[in-house]
């Protein structure tokens, strides 16, 4: 069993058009299911498809980012492999150690480079056009300022040195965050008791919720992308009511202009906030 997995994800690498179902499959299911169990009506001020057209531009520049920095991490993974460099080639460890320490050290760099993003200024200036998002849906997962974008790539490749991750493990975490990052956005209503339960494994769609709540310290919170573990470790987990979250940070874009998608490319190299 284990081989057919390996085998599988191994190779995924080479199959974009099979990665990229993937990612749209979870796309639509969570857009259903929130059409279906909101957690709150968001008030689309030129409609769902406009907002999602907004974040789908920034989808689209992410993927092409990642596509080019595919080829780093294959080259880098490939050479800690001939290597035998990084943890896992120290340790030693099993097929399914390997995919443990894999997968929780790419994590890892998801929870590392969001919270260096919330701390060093200029970085939040990229990392703002994320949370400047009033209407947070499934289509806003992927809403990152391509400088944002290529920051997550570069500590995506520093673990990969650190941990000595093979090919595998790296597909196996990339297809883990593309459907938790759909997940933990989508606007839906979960029964409380149930999202609490997850949360304590995994990131739940009221956990990040609280993230993208407008006011401190609630923002500079709960980092997590598939993992809770990390916010736990690390004393960033926060909880709150998730009927008082108000999305958005509006000081920094006049009202409907986080949909103007001129002005959030643009803005990182004039915006001043967060200062």
Known sequence: MWSDWIQYFQTLEQRPAERLAILVGGLLFFWIIEGAIPLFKLPYRKGKWTHAGVNFVFTVIHLIIHTFLALL?????????????????WTNVNTLGTILIGVLALDFSSWLVHWVMHQQKFLWRFHLIHHSDTKVDVTTGLRHHPGDSLLRGLFFLLLIFVSGAPMYSVMMYQTLVVVATAFTHANIKLPTGIDKTISWVLI???????HHHW???????????????????????RT???????????????VGKDEDL??????????????
């Open 204 to 210: 739940s769609p009221n956990m990040h919720k609280v």
């Open 240 to 254: 709150l009511d998730v009927s008082t979250i108000q999305y958005g940070i509006d000081r920094d874009y006049p």
């Open 73 to 89: 991490i294959v080259a880098l993974s490939d050479w800690c492999r001939q290597a035998e460099f990084g943890i896992i080639y």
């Open 262 to 275: 001129g002005l959030l490319l643009k803005s990182p190299f004039q915006n001043k906030s967060h200062e």
């Open 215 to 237: 006011k401190q310290p609630y923002t500079d919170s709960n980092y997590g992308a598939v993992f809770s573990i990390w916010d736990r470790l690390f004393g960033t987990f």
